[in-house]
């Protein structure tokens, strides 16, 4: 039985950052928004790491002061650690960038998103928690809504001009309409704990990001949080992970101890709940929107996280998403032809991005090696890393493809018309 049918100019399917982003410039652009997320928030998430240029979304929609004012410690930089656990010198984002994006955040995910979230009902949104997606509704070749349950088990009707959907790696629309398309070789296996007393840096150092190179491609995470707690991560194949054992602790244990700075560093942790693993697959649905349906954020593509560029990925989508409805709206035509310009912009962004994964990937290949025969490109890599992507890297290209096969562009990821 369906209960009550309600209608806005907007459904946005998931509380994410990227559906966050989406929903409060909509309610900003004056139109009737609607999210919904099968979750009650804070509910936990993986995925804590920013880059500065999130900040630009993230002002847009008025969350710049709240962030500021949050106990989230300041990243200022990032830094590698060789496999025999040499420490470079951190990366200061201040070296690259006179703005105070240079400063960003290592963010407890539960609490930034239920800020997120607090912040689109304050501009307007209505949220209903603990709603899940179900259906698409369709007429004519047209999405015009979704058919959603609440936690009693009751069944709801949501109509939409518009329905933009960001319900990350689950891909409620991808999986609706078989527009999952798989990166096969970017395939990899994360184990990961959250810790606390394992040892940081003091001062500006406190917040950075570390990467930790283990033996071949495989690579491990070290994110500082509040609260003393600090979120670590082995990521590699999965004949590399689990070629002895399937046991969590065991792996993630052996691979803290073949290196001498983490194992320095989580001397004295203590974990905190249990290990975590997943699978993550490098993705992009075939389409990124068709009429009256937009993708956003992981429910469009997911890129290995090494970069930690997912949240800058889901903000920039949201934002780009919901510029383009905005525009569709005004022109009363919200056909997937409309959206043309979205889809092409980011996927000019994960293409760039999508190489850099692969060149950190390829064997035989450093990012130090590339620096030091181009000097001249060291900005263009920033720039790349920082989410600065508003240029052109043929250069940076060209010379990448001089030590390493580069994919070739996904043509997948286009509205479709
Ligand atoms: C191992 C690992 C490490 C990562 N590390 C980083 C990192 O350091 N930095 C970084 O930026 N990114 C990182 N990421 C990626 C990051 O987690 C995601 O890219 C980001 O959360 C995507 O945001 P989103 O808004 O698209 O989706 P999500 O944040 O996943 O939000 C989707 C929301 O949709 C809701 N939802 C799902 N299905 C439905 C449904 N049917 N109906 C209603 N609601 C639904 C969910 O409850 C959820 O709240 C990492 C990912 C992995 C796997």
């Given at each position: 039985m369906t209960e009550g049918t309600d209608s806005y100019d907007c459904l946005v399917v998931g509380g994410g950052p990227g559906g966050c982003v989406a929903a409060t410039i909509l309610a900003d652009a004056g139109f009737h928004v609607a999210l919904i997320d099968r979750a009650k928030f804070p509910r936990l998430h993986v995925g804590e790491s920013m880059i500065p240029y999130n900040y630009f979304p993230l002002e847009r929609i008025g969350m710049i002061e709240a962030m500021q004012a949050s106990d989230f410690p300041k990243k200022y930089s990032v830094q590698f650690v060789g496999r025999r656990g040499k420490q470079s010198q951190p990366f200061y984002f201040s070296q690259h960038l006179d703005h105070p994006c240079s400063q960003t955040w290592q963010v407890t995910r539960d609490v930034f998103d239920a800020m997120m979230l607090d912040n689109a009902r304050q501009h307007g949104v209505t949220v209903f928690e603990q709603m899940s997606a179900r259906d698409l509704l369709e007429e004519g070749g047209a999405t015009v809504g979704i058919t959603g349950v609440d936690a009693k088990g009751v069944s709801h009707a949501f109509h939409a001009k518009v329905t933009l959907d960001a319900s990350g790696n689950k891909g409620f629309a991808m999986s609706k309409l078989s527009w999952r398309i798989i990166d096969p070789n970017l395939i990899k296996y994360a184990i990961w704990g959250y810790f606390r007393h394992a040892k940081r840096d003091p001062g500006l150092d406190e917040g950075a990001t570390t990467i930790t190179y283990l033996e071949g491609k495989n690579w491990l995470w070290y994110i500082p949080l509040r609260d003393d707690i600090v979120s670590v991560g082995v990521v590699g194949d999965k004949d590399y992970l689990f070629d002895e054992t399937n046991d969590l602790a065991t792996v993630f244990n052996r691979e803290v101890g073949k290196n001498a700075w983490v194992k320095g560093r989580m001397a004295p942790a203590v974990l905190t709940g249990e290990f975590h693993t997943c699978v993550h697959r490098s993705y992009r649905s075939q389409y990124c929107a068709k009429n009256g349906l937009v993708l956003v954020g992981d429910a469009l593509t997911f890129l290995d996280p090494v970069f930690s560029t997912g949240m800058y990925l889901a903000l920039v989508s949201g934002e780009l998403?919901?510029?383009?409805?905005?525009?569709?709206?005004?022109?009363?035509?919200?056909?997937?032809?409309?959206?043309?310009?979205?889809?092409?912009?980011?996927?000019?962004?994960?293409?760039?991005?999508?190489?850099?994964?692969?060149?950190?990937?390829?064997?035989?290949?450093?990012?130090?090696?590339?620096?030091?025969?181009?000097?001249?490109?060291?900005?263009?890599?920033?720039?790349?890393?920082?989410?600065?992507?508003?240029?052109?890297?043929?250069?940076?290209?060209?010379?990448?493809?001089?030590?390493?096969?580069?994919?070739?562009?996904?043509?997948?990821?286009r509205a479709k018309v």
């Open positions: 998403a919901a510029d383009a409805t905005i525009e569709a709206l005004r022109a009363g035509d919200v056909s997937g032809q409309r959206f043309q310009g979205y889809g092409h912009e980011i996927c000019r962004r994960i293409e760039i991005l999508r190489r850099l994964v692969y060149a950190f990937y390829a064997n035989d290949f450093s990012f130090k090696q590339l620096i030091m025969k181009y000097p001249n490109l060291k900005g263009a890599v920033t720039d790349c890393l920082v989410g600065n992507l508003d240029q052109d890297f043929t250069a940076l290209h060209e010379a990448l493809a001089e030590f390493l096969d580069l994919p070739e562009p996904i043509q997948h990821g």
